[in-house]
């Protein structure tokens, strides 16, 4: 049985060291302690009675309680306790088992193992791979052995996820920034010195420059715009939004704002979208809009004039759809829910009828600054930051993003987002 030491005469808790603080460091104290001179030997799961069963499963970092025999077989360190937070993080049984299967990581192991066999303190950090990486960092404390000798330690895991995020973005808007501003602010210099110059007198070439360096200022300023909103939803995208959201009205909106523009691209705008309420998915209604205006306004770009852009939203197949064997994206891709009877998930689709593009684009749409050769140049230059924010939206909000191109043939853009039940 696995056990601890625990105090025998005192009828109250001992307050905490005074180097810890807060639960955590109540807890540890609790765990790992000066050994009193009278003890008797009791189960971690008899020492974490109320109070303190509650005050574990309560702390907002994730803790095991792990145990080993033998340094030689690393099929004995087992964890013998996981609160609330860690079974959360980790799919764990409450019951305990293999430390190796919790956590397939050998920086994490080996702290585990120089707190159980070396009792001394070790740390490292863990990343936790997906759609939605996470960066923990781990700390390991040795705690006293058990009655039968068994050694034991406490493993800490904290989320710097954020942290390390706000670190990636900031020197990523400062690389990306400082790369897409050199080409207009140097064309904004060049225009600048020449009006100053012997163009000073010429208000032909005055009037073109000053048109010239008007909208190279507006590109930076979009960039500039584009480039702040992706990095606040990097910073937040490990956190999945939780409130209902009608993605018919989101997209309703979007396509309203768009309007202007298709009418002054001359290309007509033809929303097909289900009646309020029939679509709530679990999201952020402010980024969902954005994700169908950067979608529908992508969509009119690159639309010849007198073309068309269809904005749809489906909830799964319809009767006549189903009957009819209609490969939608829906029936591609099974979006639903695991019975395999009610849909999961609500599509927003968004087809132009422009110029496509060939295969070998398609994987690095989402990239930050990628732009399709021929794409480059025209009256209404992007920023290539819009998909990217598609992209990173769709993935706070675990859903998926497909795209269905073919030169000569138009683009089709797929969002599908999970339903709230």
């Known amino acids: 049985m696995f056990v601890t030491e625990i105090r025998r005469l005192s009828l109250t808790p001992p307050p905490p060291p005074t180097e810890e603080r807060g639960a955590l460091g109540w807890l540890l104290h609790l765990l790992g302690g000066p050994k009193p001179a009278l003890t008797e030997q009791v189960g971690v799961a008899d020492r974490l009675q109320p109070p303190f069963a509650a005050l574990a499963e309560a702390l907002p970092n994730p803790i095991l309680v792990v145990s080993a025999t033998d340094p030689e077989e690393l099929a004995n360190r087992r964890y013998v306790y996981a609160n609330r937070a860690a079974r959360d993080l980790l799919r764990l049984s409450q019951d305990g088992g293999l430390l190796v299967q919790a956590i397939r990581d050998p920086e994490v192991l080996e702290a585990a193992d120089q707190a159980l066999f070396g009792a001394i303190e070790a740390e490292c950090l863990y990343e936790i791979p997906g759609a939605q990486p996470r960066t923990l960092r781990v700390q390991a404390r040795p705690l006293p052995p058990t009655a039968d000798g068994a050694y034991q330690a406490l493993v800490v895991l904290y989320d710097e996820t954020e942290l390390r995020q706000a670190e990636r973005t900031r020197a990523d808007f400062l690389a990306n920034a400082s790369h897409e501003l050199r080409t207009p602010l140097a064309s904004l210099l060049g225009f600048i010195e ?228």
């Open 194 to 421: 020449t009006l100053r110059g012997h163009a000073r007198q010429d208000e032909t070439a005055r009037e073109r420059f000053l048109g010239i360096m008007q909208a190279q200022a507006e590109r930076m300023s979009r960039l500039i715009d584009d480039l702040m909103s992706l990095s606040r939803i990097e910073l937040n995208e490990h956190v999945a939004p939780a409130a209902a959201v009608d993605l018919a009205l989101a997209v309703r909106d979007a396509a309203d704002a768009a309007a202007p523009l298709a009418q002054a691209r001359s290309v007509v705008l033809a929303p097909d979208l289900p009646p309020a309420g029939s679509a709530l998915v679990v999201g952020d209604r402010d980024q969902l809009v954005q994700v169908a205006q950067n979608l529908i306004d992508n969509a009119i770009k690159y639309s010849a004039t007198g073309g068309q852009v269809q904005v749809s939203v489906r909830v799964g197949l319809t009767a006549a759809q189903a009957a009819a064997g209609e490969r939608t994206v829906a029936a591609r891709l099974s979006l639903l829910s695991p019975d395999r009877t009610e849909p999961a998930y609500a599509v927003l689709s968004v087809a132009d009828t422009g110029a496509g593009m060939a295969r070998e684009h398609l994987p690095r749409l989402t990239e930050r600054f990628y732009r399709v050769e021929g794409q480059k140049s025209g009256e209404r230059l992007g920023t290539g930051l819009g998909l990217a924010i598609v992209k990173h939206i769709v993935n706070r909000h675990r859903g998926g993003l497909m795209v269905e191109s073919a030169e000569g043939q138009g683009t089709t853009f797929t969002a599908y987002f999970p339903l709230k039940t």
